[in-house]
C-alpha cells in the first residue's frame, strides 16, 4: 500500500533528515485538536495525527477513515496498536530492565505503516 501522496510530515524546527532513530520512538500517536465552533468544544482533528514531540503527519483524507481492519478504522488501528501499555505483569518487568535500556517503555512504528494507512485506496 502506497502512502498517501498529499500526507505531510511537520518536524517542526527540526529538518526531517537531522531526525535521529530515537526522534522516531513513539509512546502515544494521537489526534490534534480542533474547536468546534458552533459549540466551542473539543473536537478531534481527523485530518492530523501527533506522532510524537518531533514528527506531526497532516493533511490526511478523511477517506482514509473509510478502510477498516478488525472492525475498526485503520489509522486508528495502528495508533492503538502502537501506543505503550502498561500493565501489572509489564510494571514489574520495566522495574527489572535497565534504566538505559534501549526500548524501555517505547515502541516504534514505520511513519511509512502509519501514511499507508491514509491512502484512501486500499
Known sequence: MA??????????KHA?????????????????????PATNK?????????????VTIRDIPLEAYDYVVNGKLALEWVMERQSVTTDNVQRHHQ???PLGHRNHG???VSLGTVLACSDGES
Not at 473539543?42 to 518531533?54: A, M, P, Q, R
Open 16 to 36: 526531517l533528515k537531522s531526525l535521529n532513530p530515537e526522534d522516531y520512538r513513539v509512546t502515544k500517536m494521537k489526534f490534534a485538536k480542533t474547536r468546534d
Open 95 to 97: 522495574r527489572r530492565q
Open 42 to 54: 473539543s473536537l478531534n482533528d481527523k485530518t492530523t495525527v501527533i506522532y510524537n514531540d518531533y
Open 106 to 108: 517505547q515502541s516504534q
Open 3 to 12: 502512502p498517501y501522496a498529499g500526507a505531510t510530515l511537520d518536524t517542526g
